[in-house]
């Protein structure tokens, strides 16, 4: 890790003490860089002829995606988000009234809504698996689950947004793998900023954003779908030219591989700025990047435990980079401001988009602090002594 040349390719991290890579991380200077000459090229010649001609470059998406989570350049689909990549896994599975999703009670909020919207139109049903007191999910819970409801899907959050838990995806990979249950995987908070490797997951569907811990820019993402997928012939429900040739006036054929989940129209210079932050990711290590990330976190994690107006809320066995507290005395508001003021950019999650986990932990709002690799051990220190009982004694 050179974190002096990394900290020198993040313009935005020396003015400023940037703690939101959950939300919108800092790009490097070379994924700027490279869109803004592909947009050039466009502005000069058109978006199709220079599509034509930068084929190759375009492409290059497709290998540094599968490098970076380990499978096939063919099983990788480009996204808008990690949004726009689930509802797409979701429409190609073939449902029918009375089937299960098995999921947790930390998924992601658009994942619950989409699962109710689900429920609603197709009269799916919804089970959550249990969790042990250490916050884990519960797989003997999960075993009679399978066992007694046998799912069409199992869809798990590896990191919520809400909070640092890392949520055991490999074991519950194998499970599904044994029982042919088709197994979808949210890893927009952990592609970028842990090692993500889709064959220990064993998922069918594995889904990603650019603009998190990837550091890449914002309207790109990704799919991963596996050869069982492709196989199974499964497809989204509403396809284009890119995923499908027509080849009678009421037939077609659809694309061999993942691509058949994209939509022909895209942002070709987002699709290079992504390819750009997917290689420099690369190019540092992921093994640099996570074990980076585990140690400032931690580390974070333990400075402000020490605080004890301060209530840590991360819970599990393993813990990412995500780190969220509550203050028993202070109002939201006055953290903010004092946090404002002094130049720290961080996120608020509130109860409304992790309802069954913050009912738990019995809080309405929590501070997150996402550190990623371009930040330092100093950094956390300023932050730590800033939310220190002194700064908020006048109020």
């Not at 994942?111 to 197709?122: C, D, G, P, T, Y």
């Not at 077609?252 to 691509?259: C, F, G, H, P, V």
């Not at 602090?369 to 956390?380: D, V």
């Amino acid at each position: 890790m050179q974190i002096d040349q990394i900290r020198q390719d993040t313009r935005g991290c020396h003015d400023k003490i940037f703690l939101n890579s959950a939300g919108a991380s800092l790009m490097p200077k070379s994924v700027i860089q490279k869109q803004m000459e592909y947009l050039q090229l466009e502005q000069e010649f058109g978006g199709y002829h220079v599509a034509s001609q930068q084929n190759t470059a375009l492409n290059e998406f497709y290998i540094e995606a599968a490098k970076l989570i380990n499978c096939k350049p063919q099983n990788i689909a480009f996204a808008t988000n990690a949004t726009d990549a689930y509802a797409k896994a979701l429409s190609s599975i073939p449902f029918k009234p009375g089937d299960s999703i098995v999921t947790t009670d930390d998924d992601y909020i658009s994942n619950q809504i989409a699962f109710l919207s689900l429920q609603q139109r197709l009269s799916l049903r919804i089970h959550r698996v249990k969790k042990l007191a250490n916050n884990e999910i519960d797989l003997n819970d999960f075993l009679q689950l399978v066992k007694n409801h046998q799912p069409k899907l199992v869809a798990v959050t590896h990191i919520p947004s809400n909070s640092g838990l890392i949520q055991n995806v490999e074991e519950i990979g194998e499970i599904c793998k044994q029982n042919g249950i088709l197994y979808l995987v949210d890893a927009c908070q952990s592609v970028g900023q842990l090692l993500v490797d889709t064959q220990k997951i064993a998922c069918d569907f594995l889904t990603a954003t650019g603009r998190k811990f990837l550091r890449g820019p914002r309207g790109t993402g990704f799919l991963y779908v596996s050869d069982r997928v492709l196989s199974q012939g499964l497809a989204p429900l509403l396809l284009d030219m890119s995923g499908a040739r027509w080849t009678a006036p009421n037939a077609y054929e659809l694309s061999d591989d993942a691509k058949r989940f994209e939509i022909w129209e895209r942002s070709c210079a987002s699709v290079i700025g992504l390819t750009e932050a997917i290689r420099y990711a690369n190019s540092v290590g992921m093994a640099n990047i996570e074990a980076y990330n585990i140690n400032l976190s931690s580390q974070l994690r333990e400075m402000l435990q020490r605080n004890s107006n301060l209530e840590v809320l991360d819970k599990g066995l393993k813990l990412a980079s995500i780190v969220t507290f509550h203050h028993h005395n202070v109002p939201l508001q006055a953290l903010q401001e004092v946090l404002s003021k002094n130049n720290i950019y961080y996120s608020v999650s509130f109860k409304g988009g992790a309802l069954i986990d913050f009912s738990e932990k019995n809080v309405d709002w929590a501070i997150r602090f996402s550190p990623h690799y371009f930040n330092t051990l100093e950094e956390m220190e300023a932050v730590t002594d800033l939310l220190s009982a002194d700064n908020f004694s006048s109020l």
